[in-house]
């Protein structure tokens, strides 16, 4: 594990998502995806690319997404925590 962790909120973030991993994933930091039950399948792509990402049921929102990661983040112990945005 490493010391950091990114927490990236999603909805309908498809066309975007490879794009905003690709670029992260040269960085020493582990990398979490919130879905929040996206219609256009960025969930799948996200794990077709080896990102973790936990899939919620519906949009449950910005924040409680990000408090999810943290929490998970906080679990295990990670050193940073780093909110990012999916659209770019």
Do not use: H, W
């Not at 594990?1 to 794009?19: C, D, F, K, Q």
């Not at 960085?27 to 919130?34: E, F, H, T």
């Not at 936990?54 to 925590?81: C, M, P, V």
């Amino acid at each position: 594990m490493r010391a950091s962790l990114v927490v990236i909120p999603t909805y309908n973030e498809a066309e975007s998502i490879g794009e905003i991993l690709a670029a992260l994933k040269p960085l020493d930091c582990d990398v979490l995806v919130i879905d929040d039950g996206s219609p256009d399948g960025t969930a799948q792509i996200v794990r077709a690319l080896g990102i973790e990402v936990i899939e919620r049921q519906g949009k449950q929102g910005l924040g409680s997404a990000y408090r999810a990661g943290f929490s998970l983040a906080l679990d295990r112990s990670y050193t940073y925590i780093i909110q990012m945005d999916a659209d770019g």
